[in-house]
């Protein structure tokens, strides 16, 4: 009996030990790869390193010099344009086509053909736009039809190559969003919606009382993929302008690693690093913080 009970109880602590030996393997590569790399990106933010030569700590160094450095000030602004154009393209025009075609007969064929731009990855994108707005593209078209002040690289003007690859980056994003806005609309009950009918609301008046606040654990979740996709806008700068001309078209993503694998300054690319990360987790906070009161 002694035995048979030794058994059983072997079994049960096996029973409750093999659930998280199928998680070890997750939770090893997460420590690997996302913490550990956190943890050793912080460290190295405090030292001038080239990544060959001894580590030197230098204290804030780096961070005192990030914020005297006009080309992180630059690549800051450039990111806050990413951020305004994020709200203003891939979430607000996604959030209006998807009140209008919710109810739409053809609404299948619309998804599709909103959500195909976010099959292309940004890469093959951005090399498809380049080709278009290259000298040889649609300026040259627009040169011979007698348009010769728009007949130049329209990639090498400042600020207008940045409002180019927002525009571009905002229209892969417009898909996913648009299902994302269409399935939370589909799960709003009806019964809020005929109340306010009832009592006269129509129109704006409707989805601005009624439709939006029901909707808003949606649009939480698409703000903060939006916004952490502006904050990390790399592969289509650097396919379209690789950050030029002179450093003009540059986000603190690409900054970042120009400063730690081209210029090989580690510390200072770590520094710029940590600078965003903690900018992304504050404004994730900031989205959040009713909902985790909510759950309270």
């Known amino acids: 009996m002694e035995i048979a009970k030794s058994k059983l109880s072997m079994k049960s602590k096996l029973g409750k030990i093999i659930p998280y030996l199928y998680l070890a393997p997750s939770v090893i590569l997460v420590g690997i790869f996302c913490i550990y790399s956190d943890v050793f990106s912080l460290i190295v933010s405090f030292a001038e390193w080239d990544g060959l030569n001894e580590m030197k700590f230098i204290g804030f160094q780096n961070y005192m010099n990030m914020f005297q450095d006009p080309n992180f000030l630059l690549s800051s602004l450039n990111t806050l344009i990413w951020v305004v154009g994020t709200l203003l393209i891939p979430v607000a025009i996604a959030l209006l086509f998807a009140i209008a075609i919710t109810h739409v007969k053809t609404q299948s064929f619309f998804k599709t053909v909103f959500y195909l731009p976010n099959a292309l990855s940004q890469t093959i994108a951005g090399?498809?736009?380049?080709?278009?707005?290259?000298?040889?593209?649609?300026?040259?078209l627009l040169g011979v039809m007698g348009f010769d002040s728009l007949a130049n690289d329209w990639l090498t003007v400042p600020y207008l190559n940045t409002l180019i690859m927002v525009v571009s980056s905002g229209w892969q994003g417009i898909g996913?969003?648009?299902i994302l806005f269409i399935v939370g609309l589909n799960q709003i009950p009806k019964e809020p919606i005929e109340a306010?009918?009832?009592?006269?609301?129509?129109?704006?008046?409707?989805?601005?009382?009624?439709?939006?606040?029901?909707?808003?654990?949606?649009?939480?979740?698409?703000?903060l993929m939006s916004l952490v996709n502006s904050f990390k806008s790399f592969d289509t700068i650097w396919v379209m302008t690789n950050g030029g001309p002179y450093r003009t078209s540059e986000t603190l993503a690409v900054t970042m690693y120009k400063e730690a694998f081209v210029n090989n300054q580690l510390g200072y690319g770590s520094a710029i690093a940590m600078f965003l990360s903690v900018t992304v987790l504050i404004i994730s906070w900031l989205l959040?913080?009713?909902?985790?009161?909510g759950e309270e």
Not at 196 to 212: D, M, N, P, S, T
Not at 213 to 221: A, H, T, Y
Not at 288 to 293: N, P, Q
């Open 127 to 140: 090399i498809i736009l380049t080709t278009i707005l290259s000298t040889y593209g649609l300026p040259h």
């Open 176 to 178: 996913l969003n648009l």
């Open 196 to 223: 306010a009918r009832i009592e006269g609301a129509q129109g704006i008046k409707l989805y601005r009382k009624v439709v939006l606040p029901l909707l808003k654990p949606i649009m939480l979740i698409v703000l």
């Open 288 to 293: 959040l913080r009713d909902t985790f009161k």
